[in-house]
C-alpha cells in the first residue's frame, strides 16, 4: 500500500487527453512539492514535472502538472502511443521523513 | 552530459550482502546528493534513501534502516549502496538518482541494476 493513491491504469486515444490524479495528505503532498514521473518499459524513471507544475528542459508542454491540497494531477495532451508507460507521482512526507510515490498508473494509448 | 553509469548486475543468496556502485560524471559531483531507488519485480518505487556528496550526511528509509549503508567517494566521483541481511523481497531493480537535496526530485537516473536474492 502506497503512501500516495493513483488509479492503477487509465486509456485514450491518441490525440486526446488524459488526467493521472495523484492523492496523499496533508503531510505530503498538503505541504510539499509534488514531481512525476514517467518509466517506459524496461528503462529507469524519467522525470516529468517537479515543483508541482515545472517541466524540466526537453519535456514538452503537452505535458502539465497541478497541485490543489493534498492532490495533484498530472495532465497529458494530444496522447501519442510512445507514451504508453508508467507514471508515478512523488513527493516528500514530512511525517515519515522520507521520499514517497504512488503505485503508479499505467497508461494504454487506445 | 550527466550520466550515472551503474555496477552489472548481481546473484546474491539470502543472508548475504550487496554493494551496488553509481559513477557519476558530467558535473560537480559534491554539489548533488544522490538518491537510491528499488523497484520490486511488476511493483512500484521505494526510496531507500539519500546522501549528500559533499558531506557524507545521510538519510535512510526506516524499514532499511540497520541493513542499508550508503557512501560516497569524492576521489572517483562515485556512490555506493549496501544492503546487507538479504532477504528475497530485496529481490529488485536498485536505481541511483541525482537529487540536490533530500526531498529534490531526480533529474538523473542511472540505468538500474538488478540484484535477485535466491537460494
Known amino acids: 500500500q502506497s503512501v500516495l493513491t493513483q488509479p492503477p491504469s487509465v486509456s485514450a486515444a491518441p490525440g486526446q487527453k488524459v488526467t493521472i490524479s495523484c492523492s496523499g495528505s496533508?503531510?505530503?503532498?498538503?505541504?510539499?512539492?509534488v514531481s512525476w514521473y514517467q518509466q517506459l518499459p524496461g528503462t529507469a524513471p524519467k522525470l516529468l514535472i517537479y515543483?508541482?507544475?515545472k517541466r524540466p528542459s526537453g519535456i514538452p508542454d503537452r505535458f502539465s502538472g497541478s497541485k490543489s491540497g493534498t492532490s495533484a494531477t498530472l495532465g497529458i495532451t494530444g496522447l501519442q502511443t510512445g507514451d504508453e508507460a508508467d507514471y508515478y507521482c512523488?513527493?516528500?512526507?514530512?511525517?515519515?521523513?522520507?521520499?514517497?510515490f504512488g503505485g503508479g498508473t499505467k497508461l494504454t494509448v487506445l | 552530459q550527466v550520466q550515472l553509469v551503474q555496477s552489472g548486475a548481481e546473484v546474491k543468496k539470502p543472508g548475504a550482502s550487496v554493494k551496488v556502485s553509481c559513477k557519476a560524471s558530467?558535473?560537480?559531483?559534491?554539489?548533488?546528493?544522490i538518491s537510491w531507488v528499488r523497484q520490486a519485480p511488476g511493483q512500484g518505487l521505494e526510496w531507500m534513501g539519500w546522501?549528500?556528496?559533499?558531506?557524507?550526511?545521510?538519510n535512510y528509509a526506516q524499514k532499511l534502516q540497520g541493513r542499508v549503508t550508503m557512501t560516497t567517494d569524492t576521489s572517483t566521483s562515485t556512490a555506493y549502496m549496501e544492503l546487507r541481511s538479504l532477504r528475497s523481497d530485496d529481490t529488485a531493480v536498485y536505481y541511483c538518482?541525482?537529487?540536490?537535496?533530500?526531498?529534490?526530485?531526480?533529474?538523473?537516473w542511472g540505468q538500474g541494476t538488478l540484484v535477485t536474492v535466491s537460494s
Open positions: 538518482a541525482r537529487a540536490p537535496l533530500l526531498v529534490s526530485p531526480s533529474g538523473y
Open positions: 558530467g558535473y560537480t559531483f559534491t554539489s548533488y546528493g
Open positions: 546522501i549528500s556528496a559533499y558531506n557524507g550526511n545521510t
Open positions: 496533508s503531510s505530503n503532498i498538503g505541504n510539499n512539492y
Open positions: 515543483d508541482n507544475n
Open positions: 512523488g513527493t516528500w512526507d514530512s511525517s515519515l521523513s522520507a521520499k514517497v
